[in-house]
């Protein structure tokens, strides 16, 4: 993170705190952003957003950032590098989801920002993900990247790996030039979607993203995308695993983003009470799913990638109390064992190998 020439020894050295707070990209913006709000209320007019209600809540403020703090004169955009490779567990949990729970310590590190700039006679608000804040957007207004075809900020050297922080002020800023769009014909991120969730550029159906299905959507996974889940447990990556800004992305050097333990075998967990779930995922992204979810989305990562070993695992929590995790480890028993009847060696042999 270089400070341009021209830039005002203020802000030369608020981006250099940023940067000792461990963000590797900064940039700000306006408060008169130009925001593309008809795309946004047409995307939430036309239910793309699925049951994610909050989305359409506090448009008051998503749409028009000055009602965030009056007096605002500038929005600073802060970016820190989560790339980290995945843990070889054979399942797939989101890169941003393997270490700490972001929210915390980032929005910490915004307030340590903010306090530095309240001594230069300031006032803030800081933000992370929670408020209603078109983040990528401002990001790429601030010179942070461009929004690619798959909707998510793509920045030069860090690829589409960025979490993103927000700070409102009144202190006047000179805005950054906002990056140009860089995706030219590239279109590998739409032909990667396994469920064809963008629809075409820069447009993005989250009711078919398994980002969505496998977190935010609260019941059953419609079986049309069972199978193009495959081994992805929480969250989906492939938009962005398939992106050529990503050629120089480093593993993210902040400890806490640094893999915490998944368990080897998924049918372990099945024998795992709430309390337990909790306390081995708590403090990260994972929590937020809890237990009956996690449950679910094993029982279709297993449904597409298991053996006949986790038969019996699956069987008993198909047989079990809860319904919809119960109906997922059915459809996971057949599946199973559709795969093995079409491999020609199920029932399995009498010794019991598969
Ligand atoms: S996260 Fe996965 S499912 Fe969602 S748009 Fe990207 S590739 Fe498609
Ligand atoms: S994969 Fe290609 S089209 Fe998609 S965001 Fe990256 S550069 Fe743009």
């Not at 993210?252 to 998924?266: G, Q, T």
Request: aromatic residues 10%.
């Amino acid at each position: 993170m270089t400070a341009p020439e021209n830039a005002s020894p203020l802000k030369t050295r608020l981006r250099v705190m940023a940067e000792e707070l461990g963000f590797q990209a900064f940039g700000v913006v306006g408060i008169a952003a130009a925001l593309r709000r008809e795309y946004y209320l047409k995307w939430i007019a036309e239910g793309q957003h699925g049951s994610m209600g909050w989305m359409e809540r506090n448009n008051d403020r998503r749409l028009h950032p000055p009602n965030f703090l009056p007096e605002a004169r500038s929005i600073i955009m802060v970016g820190m590098n989560y790339y980290q490779p995945y843990p070889q567990v054979g399942y797939k949990v989101a890169r941003y989801a393997l270490g700490e729970d972001y929210h915390n310590f980032l929005f910490k590190r915004l307030k340590k920002l903010c306090t530095a700039m309240r001594e230069l006679g300031g006032e803030q608000r800081p933000c992370v993900d929670t408020a209603p804040v078109m983040e990528k957007p401002l990001a790429s207004q601030a010179g942070l990247g461009w929004q690619g075809k798959s909707t998510i900020l793509v920045h030069r050297k860090r690829g589409t790996w960025l979490l993103l922080g927000t700070i409102f002020t009144t202190l006047e800023l000179e805005p950054d030039t906002p990056e140009p769009d860089r995706c030219r014909s590239c279109t590998r991120c739409i032909d990667a979607c396994p469920t064809q969730a963008i629809t075409g550029p820069y447009q993005l159906d989250a009711r078919r993203c398994l980002a969505y299905l496998s977190i935010e959507h609260d019941g059953v996974i419609p079986e049309e995308f069972r199978e193009a889940m495959g081994d992805r447990l929480f969250g989906c990556d492939e938009c962005l695993n398939v992106c050529p800004w990503n050629r120089w992305a480093e593993a993210s050097a902040e400890e806490k983003l640094k893999p915490r333990p998944l368990p080897e075998n998924l049918r372990d967990s099945f024998e795992w009470t709430e309390d337990y779930y909790n306390l081995r995922f708590g403090g990260t992204p994972l929590k937020r799913l809890r237990l009956p979810r996690w449950l679910r989305n094993a029982c279709v990562v297993l449904g597409n990638t298991g053996t006949a070993a986790d038969l019996p695992a699956l069987e008993k929590l198909a047989a079990g109390p809860d319904a919809m995790v119960a109906e997922h480890a059915a459809w996971a028993v057949r599946r199973i064992r559709e795969r093995r009847a079409g491999e020609g060696n199920f029932p399995p042999k009498e010794n019991g190998a598969a």
